[in-house]
């Protein structure tokens, strides 16, 4: 490479004060260029003979020695990423519906007692395994002080978001008004004169909060237990004598799907 550049420095030198001919340029130039190429060619080989790792990690023992000729495929040195780590676990099929994404799992392991790791599921398996009805599961954990390991025993816990007890009606029973909404109450009355017991309609005022569906939710006003008029409200009164018959009542849904009309 030295003196290939040394040579064509001087042709180049030597042509340009008309005292050398351009056939001894060209060959100058040439031999250059060919040893710029054998030297790009020695580095490509080395630059094959130099492993790197894919990714960023921690280096386990290694398991080759020097000098040694290694083949496609021989395994050199474990590579593993640490931070964050992958936890796998199993549920049974039945749970499937209570998971989703972003939901968050406590890690806790024999090796770190007392030590609760928080992390949230990022991938659920959308194939049940045929052995076992159990779904596969992967939450991602944070482990920058690198206490966990991979193939750690570890137990997780899923959080499931919490869940409010809540008064429902249907939301046909509500009359609604400008002033303040209500609900018919049907309660026993008094003995008529034939000593039989009836039911009357007590108008009631009732705070309400979500609505879905066919229902709403009641905040305040009624209490469970209580029977309340499902449908045809804007016909009633307070203290109407009334007969209860089911044998109409509509099926109210969470989800219902009218018919096209």
């Known amino acids: 490479?030295?003196?290939?550049k040394l040579t064509f420095g001087r042709a180049r030198r030597l042509l340009a004060e008309g005292t050398f001919s351009q056939a001894k340029y060209d060959k100058a130039d040439a031999e250059h260029k060919q040893a710029l190429a054998r030297i790009e060619n020695i580095?490509?080989?080395i630059a094959k003979k130099t492993i790197r790792a894919p990714f960023g990690g921690l280096l386990g023992i290694r398991l080759v020695n020097l000098g040694q000729m290694l083949s496609p495929g021989d395994e050199i040195v474990s590579l593993?990423?640490?931070d964050p780590i992958f936890a796998n676990f199993s549920l049974p099929q039945q749970q499937l519906s209570r998971i989703r994404h972003e939901l968050k799992v406590r890690v806790t392991t024999d090796a770190l007692p007392g030590e609760i790791i928080e992390g949230a599921i990022t991938a659920i398996n959308p194939q049940v395994e045929t052995a076992t009805r159990n779904?596969?599961?992967q939450a991602t954990v944070p482990n920058g002080n690198q206490h966990l390991r991979p193939g750690m025993f570890i137990?997780?816990?899923v959080v499931l978001p919490e869940q409010?007890?809540?008064?429902?009606?249907?939301?046909?029973?509500?009359l609604n008004a400008p002033y303040s909404d209500s609900v018919f109450i049907v309660e026993n009355a008094a003995r008529d004169q034939e000593g039989a017991p009836g039911k009357v309609l007590r108008q009631q005022f009732v705070k309400l909060g979500e609505r879905r569906g066919d229902f709403a939710a009641v905040i305040s006003g009624l209490k469970e237990g209580e029977t309340v008029v499902s449908t045809g409200v804007f016909k009633l009164r307070n203290g109407q004598s009334v007969t209860?018959?089911?044998?109409?009542?509509?099926?109210?849904?969470?989800?219902?799907?009218?018919?096209?009309?």
């Not at 490479?1 to 290939?4: A, D, K, V």
């Not at 209860?244 to 009309?261: C, G, W």
């Open 1 to 4: 490479m030295g003196l290939t």
């Open 43 to 45: 580095r490509a080989v």
């Open 80 to 82: 593993q990423s640490l």
């Open 135 to 137: 779904i596969m599961v």
């Open 155 to 157: 137990n997780v816990t």
């Open 164 to 174: 409010n007890t809540s008064l429902v009606i249907p939301a046909t029973a509500v």
């Open 244 to 261: 209860v018959d089911n044998t109409l009542a509509p099926a109210f849904k969470l989800s219902p799907t009218p018919k096209d009309t």
